[in-house]
């Protein structure tokens, strides 16, 4: 049974960090490549980062150089540091792995960035 679980979503205030995490368990985890999408209310999910099993990163150009994917494959677990969080930040952070014709999700974590 494959599980991305996610954690590290909160209330911050506009100007500071936080660091999202996704446990991936029932996968061969070094074989996906893993993102990070978000959806804030009444808008779309949108894709914010996404690293490939070979460590390549990619950015939502709303967020490159304040945020940051890494994974650790000794864990199972992806990362997504945010820094100078916005207001227009806040959303529902969801991680994803990916296969060539598969993907999953997990079931999301909030993050509210007051102004």
């Known amino acids: 049974q494959v599980q991305l679980i996610e954690s590290g979503g909160g209330l911050v205030q506009a100007g500071n960090s936080l660091t999202l995490g996704c446990a991936v368990s029932?996968?061969?985890?070094?074989?996906?490549?893993m993102g990070w999408f978000r959806q804030a209310p009444g808008k779309e999910r949108e894709g914010v980062a996404t690293i490939t099993n070979a460590g390549r990163t990619n950015y939502a150009d709303s967020v490159k150089g304040r945020f940051t994917v890494s994974r650790d494959n000794a864990k199972n677990t992806v990362y997504l540091q945010m820094n100078r969080l916005k207001p227009e930040d806040t959303a529902v952070y969801y991680c994803r792995a990916q296969f060539p014709r598969e993907s999953y999700w997990g079931q999301g974590t909030q993050l509210t960035v007051s102004s």
């Open positions: 029932g996968l061969t985890f070094t074989t996906y490549a």
